[in-house]
Nanobody, 122 residues
């Protein structure tokens, strides 16, 4: 499976961005897809995940601001990010886990996209 993440960019605080993660090589509708992020000098952390049945889970720091969704027909998962803050600045990665639950530990994920940089200026 290959994952391709895109949609990052430079925005101002309060703006919105939509990240997309497209999978190729295997239908991904059976799997958990998650977005992680890693800021400079910090560990990679879970932002949001979505199961094969559409159940989603969010980190507390993005609840009510970010929305994860999936389009199985297009093998794509989106992360809609609203009300962005400077502390959201990070490289965002999508990842695939063949399990059925959203796991917060990065090493549980078998496949990773290349990352897309989100920079939020104040």
């Amino acid at each position: 499976v290959q994952l391709q993440a895109c949609g990052g960019g430079l925005v101002q605080a309060g703006d919105s961005l939509r990240l997309s993660c497209t999978a190729s090589g295997r239908p991904f509708r059976y799997y958990v897809i998650a977005w992680f992020r890693q800021a400079p000098g910090k560990e990679r952390e879970l932002v949001a995940g979505i199961t094969n049945t559409g159940k989603s889970n969010y980190a507390d720091f993005v609840k009510s601001r970010f929305t994860i969704s999936r389009d199985n027909a297009e093998n794509t998962v989106h992360l809609q990010m609203n009300s962005l803050k400077p502390e959201d600045t990070a490289v965002y990665y999508c990842a695939l886990d063949p399990g059925l639950q959203i796991i917060t530990i990065p090493r549980s994920y078998n496949y990773w996209g290349q990352g897309t940089l989100v920079t939020v200026s104040s």
